[in-house]
């Protein structure tokens, strides 16, 4: 039988069992160190990927801007619909994406209320005449309308037009004197129209 778990291990069994132990270590250890090898590396990517990744949140995330902070503001030369005539207004855009008019810079400095504010969600921005035309058209067609080229409905002060269309609702039509400055008010209102379509209010 074999020694009872009390009895003291004579120096020849100590002298196998430590051989033994040895020889077993022995054979292990190459794959320990290339097992560690791996896992270690892999903790170090694991980490690696876990920084980029939040780092990489971090910077996608944008801090929300504050609420009335301006986009746009010009004096701009607007038909006003009262009036039936063109005038010098004071156009205001901020990131609620609403397109606010003013009587002058001077009523805007002193807060008044706009004279009107519109959302130009769903609309479509025209840089010229005979696009807005064509879009009247196809969304209003006139059963009576002979082949005559009729006078335009509004008649341009200026050669560069920017017109906001919108279906069932009052258009509004803006007069630029040079390309820039239609093309800057022009592209502003195309992202008003992008952000309230989406409805990315920020």
């Known amino acids: 039988m ?3 778990a009390s009895s003291p291990l004579d120096e020849s069994k100590c002298t196998y069992i430590r051989g033994k132990t040895e020889a077993v270590i022995k054979n292990f250890s190459p794959h320990y160190k290339r097992q560690y090898s791996v896992a270690f590396c892999k903790h170090i990517q694991n980490e690696l990927e876990e ?14 801007a504050e609420p009335g902070m301006i986009l746009y503001e010009a004096e701009i030369l607007h038909f006003a619909e009262d009036l039936k005539r063109w005038k010098d207004r004071y156009i205001v855009v901020k990131n609620d994406y609403a397109v606010e008019c003013f009587e002058n810079k001077e009523a805007y400095q002193k807060g008044a209320s706009p004279k009107y504010c519109i959302l130009p969600v769903g609309g479509k921005v025209l840089t010229s005449e005979e696009d807005y035309n064509l879009l009247s058209e196809k969304h209003f067609p006139d059963p009576l309308a002979s082949n005559e080229k009729e006078p335009p409905f509004v008649q341009l002060p200026k050669e560069f037009p920017v017109f906001l ?9 803006y007069c630029f004197e040079d390309p820039d ?3 800057q008010f022009s592209a502003v209102l195309n992202d008003c129209v992008r952000h309230l379509n989406h409805g990315k209010h920020n």
């Open 2 to 4: 074999g020694v009872s």
């Open 51 to 64: 920084h980029r990744d939040s780092q990489s949140h971090f910077l996608k995330i944008k801090p929300p």
């Open 165 to 173: 269309w919108q279906a069932y609702l009052r258009h509004s039509y």
């Open 181 to 183: 400055a239609q093309k």
